[in-house]
T-cell receptor, first 113, second 113 residues
């Protein structure tokens, strides 16, 4: 399967801990996106990379959140000092070029206790 | 961002056609109409997109009104595997700042066996 891969699929953490998620996009896709989805809502945009450059960040991305995409390949999303409100599904997507369809992974479900 | 309006939910019988409506009265001339769907426990999946003319692919058909203020996603013969949340999204491929997809709450489609 050469789709978008996200790890881990599930993460349970205690409030105040740091967590890191990984996304491996489809190879040769230069655009990578992170979204967050809570129950009953559509995905909300968090941030977007073109190659290794982070080009846009949502206001939802507080200073506790940081995303990187070293060498323009895989990406990581780190949440520091997690809060219960961070509990959500974190989705990663990639696309080949401007205006092309996004391909989503199946997400990492974060539960903060 | 131009907004879309969709019914919260719809039901359809298995093996019958399904017509999912979307209103986008503030659509601009360069906005494409995109449809994605999200099956349970999965990330969103691209379905189809179009600008002015009706479009067909192996998954669905997209019928676009002449004034482009509304569109309809057509599943020709619904199966149980088509049960999902369907999102109608406007996207301008030439607008750098609109690379991200902005999801609404979509239409939850239930297929009745």
């Amino acid at each position: 399967d050469t789709g978008v891969s996200q790890n881990p699929r599930h993460k349970i953490t205690k409030r105040g801990q740091n967590v890191t998620f990984r996304c491996d996009p489809i190879s040769e896709h230069n655009r990578l996106y992170w979204y967050r989805q809570t129950l009953g809502q559509g995905p909300e945009f968090l941030t977007y990379f073109q190659n290794e450059a982070q080009l846009e960040k949502s206001r939802l991305l507080s200073d506790r959140f940081s995303a990187e995409r070293p060498k323009g390949s895989f990406s990581t999303l780190e949440i520091q000092r997690t809060e219960q409100g961070d509990s959500a599904m974190y989705l990663c997507a990639s696309s080949y070029g401007q205006g092309t369809p996004l391909h989503f992974g199946n997400g990492t479900r974060l539960t903060v206790t | 961002d131009a907004k879309t309006t969709q019914p919260n939910s719809m039901e359809s019988n298995e093996e019958e056609p399904v017509h999912l409506p979307c209103n986008h009265s503030t659509i601009s001339g360069t906005d494409y109409i995109h449809w994605y769907r999200q099956l349970p426990s999965q990330g969103p999946e691209y379905v189809i997109h179009g600008l002015t003319s009706n479009v067909n692919n192996r998954m669905a058909s997209l019928a676009i009104a002449e004034d482009r203020k509304s569109s309809t996603l057509i599943l020709h013969r619904a199966t149980l595997r088509d049960a999902a949340v369907y999102y109608c999204i406007l996207r301008d491929p030439d607008n750098f700042g609109n690379e991200k997809l902005t999801f609404g709450t979509g239409t939850r489609l239930t297929i009745i066996p």
